[in-house]
């Protein structure tokens, strides 16, 4: 089993800045892809950010220019999100594409709330 864990959401005003961190553990063999989605209410999951194993990223056009994605190992991904605008407002989730040496797996994190407001 794969376990993502999210934290660094959080009440921001607009204009500034958060950091989101998702760290994987279990069965890993490799990670091939990690990434940051988000769902606002009443609307689909979109993606933010994604960065591959070697270390290409792609980002939602709404977030460039203000978010950036990194990855320190091969295990954790960040979000640094700059700039935010009431929009970003929404349950960012982290996304694992995980070998697992079986069998390759899409995995989530639980959500943290991220919430723009003055």
């Known amino acids: ?11 921001v005003q607009p204009g500034g800045s958060l950091r989101l961190s998702c760290a994987a553990s279990g069965s890993i063999f490799s990670i091939l892809t990690m990434g940051w989605y988000r769902q606002a209410p009443g609307k689909q999951r979109d993606l933010v950010a994604q960065i591959t194993s070697s270390g290409s990223t792609n980002f939602a056009d709404s977030v460039k220019g203000r978010f950036t994605i990194s990855r320190d190992n091969a295990k954790s991904v960040y979000l640094q999100m ?34 723009v407001s003055s």
């Not at 089993?1 to 009440?11: A, T």
Request: charged share 10%.
């Open 1 to 11: 089993q794969v376990q993502l864990v999210e934290s660094g959401g959080g009440l």
């Open 82 to 115: 700059n700039s935010l605008k009431p929009e970003d407002t929404a349950v960012y989730y982290c996304n694992a594409q995980v070998h697992t040496g079986v069998a390759v797996r899409a995995y989530w994190g639980q959500g943290t709330q991220v919430t």
